[in-house]
């Protein structure tokens, strides 16, 4: 039978293109209907990347697909965290265990591999493609492209058009959808630390760097080409915000005070500051997730902010447990829809929670005493007995087969735990000889 259907996918992201190249290996006809033109045929436009950090859950569906040798050829590992303080010193906070990274990957070079992957597999991607109307009774997609209307029916259709989808725009009229939004007070702008003279990375190739600056931060992340893509995540409101830097000597004080070591490294400070759009930053929920053979997917059923790095991880993890449940109920569509909602939606409501806890330990904490002592100690737990504790962000980032919303769970029971050995008295100096069994014991109780 699924040699015969036929899907119609609504988004070449990344999550499309990859779920394209899935299903066209089910055998099934796969017609995918982009709005934007061919990113293979323009040129690159910079301001609203923001680099992607690839984790273990997304490495999973790449080498269930045979993409992994030539994606690691386009990745940089990022081992840890380097903070960068205000007067330029360093820190540098390791990521799990040794050997465990996530990786800094171009999102533009990403996709475009994904969308040659699908077109060898069979897919047929239509560019320039607006979809304008969605019947869910008749499973029909109504698209204007190239200023004339055109209809495509199939037998599934599937949203992966990202988190101001069109398909979920219509689902939000009908009957009993539930839908919210949430913008955080924060906006992001790209800038960019180029590489050095003869082509070398000035800042440590391997880690992410991070500026926390208490309610904002600037991040950055490893170019191939010796470069580092930098965000500044920054209020729209207030003082210090995007509102109050209303002019190029405002933009270079701010940093010069909060950012000094960054701003000598990026020439072309001021024409990316004013160049590169301030772009905001959205939480999605909705449910359900499917009408009738209508499925939205990825960012258009679950946007997250980027906090966590999962939102291109969690849609990769969307399409591999959607493949693994095609298996599970031999491409039996009307039992694997429900199942594939019902499975995933509390696993993107626990990513989405753990990705503004996230934001708030990267600006606020991770420069913190406190914080960095605590994560000591949980080091040493993770340490001495790695399957019985493992650190929340090493279950969310490097446990691809723990659940998000069992990771979230765990985690909770944990920061309990650690929230009382936190009490104990001159911790900071006895810490190394806490009773580390008996702290483990108690995740049992």
């Given at each position: 039978m699924s040699n015969k259907k036929s899907i119609a996918l609504v988004g070449a992201g990344l999550v499309g293109s990859l779920l394209g190249i899935y299903l066209a290996k089910r055998g099934y006809k796969v017609n995918i209907f982009e709005k934007r033109p061919d990113m293979r045929k323009q040129e690159y436009q910079g301001g609203r990347s923001i680099n992607l950090a690839l984790s273990n859950r997304g490495w999973w569906?790449?080498?269930?697909?045979?993409?992994?040798?030539?994606?690691?050829?386009?990745?940089?590992?990022?081992?840890?965290?380097?903070?960068?303080?205000?007067?330029?010193?360093?820190?540098?906070?390791?990521?799990?265990k040794q050997g465990e990274a996530i990786n800094s990957i171009s999102r533009g070079g990403l996709n475009e591999l994904l969308m040659n992957?699908?077109?060898?597999?069979?897919?047929?991607?239509?560019?320039?493609?607006?979809l304008t109307e969605v019947d869910f009774e008749n499973t029909i997609i109504s698209y204007s492209q190239y200023q004339k209307f055109k209809k495509f029916e199939s037998d599934i259709i599937i949203g992966s058009d990202g988190a101001f989808s069109a398909v979920r725009k219509f689902m939000e009229v009908t009957d009993r959808f539930s839908y919210s939004q949430h913008f955080i007070e924060h906006g992001y702008k790209?800038?960019?630390?180029?590489?050095?003279?003869?082509?070398?990375?000035?800042?440590?190739?391997?880690?992410?760097?991070?500026w926390p600056r208490g309610n904002y931060m600037l991040i950055a992340l490893p170019n191939p080409d010796g470069s580092f893509t930098c965000t500044l995540f920054f209020p729209y409101e207030g003082n210090p915000?995007?509102?109050?830097?209303?002019s190029d000597n405002d933009a270079v004080e701010l940093?010069?005070?909060?950012?000094?070591?960054?701003?000598?490294?990026?020439?072309?400070f001021i024409e990316d500051y004013n160049t590169n759009p301030t772009s905001s930053l959205v939480t999605v929920k909705c449910y359900p997730w499917v009408r009738n053979k209508t499925l939205i997917i990825g960012d258009a059923s679950h946007a997250i902010v980027p906090f966590y790095g999962q939102?291109?991880?969690?849609?990769?993890?969307?399409?591999?447990?959607l493949n693994q449940l095609l298996d599970d109920y031999n491409d039996d569509w009307d039992v694997v829809l429900p199942k594939f909602q019902q499975l995933r939606k509390p696993d993107a409501d626990a990513i989405s929670d753990l990705a503004m806890q996230n934001f708030i330990e990267m600006r606020d904490l991770v420069g913190d005493e406190q914080f960095l002592l605590r994560k000591k100690i949980e080091a040493r737990l993770y340490e001495w007995y790695p399957h019985k504790w493992i650190p929340l962000y090493s279950m969310v980032t490097f446990k691809e087969k723990v659940r998000y919303s069992e990771a979230l769970q765990k985690g909770k029971v944990q920061?309990?735990?650690m929230d009382e050995v936190m009490r104990k008295p001159n911790v900071e100096n006895a810490w190394e000889d806490l009773d580390f069994s008996s702290i483990v014991a108690e995740l049992n109780t």
């Open positions: 569906p790449l080498k269930e697909l045979g993409l992994d040798k030539i994606a690691k050829s386009m990745i940089i590992p990022m081992k840890g965290r380097m903070m960068h303080d205000d007067s330029g010193q360093l820190t540098f906070q390791q990521y799990g992957e699908a077109e060898k597999a069979g897919v047929t991607i239509h560019f320039d493609a607006s790209e800038l960019t630390i180029p590489a050095g003279r003869n082509g070398e990375f000035l800042l440590d190739k391997n880690a992410l760097h991070i915000s995007f509102s109050s830097v209303v940093f010069k005070k909060d950012f000094p070591d960054a701003l000598e490294l990026m020439p072309s939102g291109m991880n969690s849609g990769f993890e969307d399409c591999r447990v920061k309990n735990i």
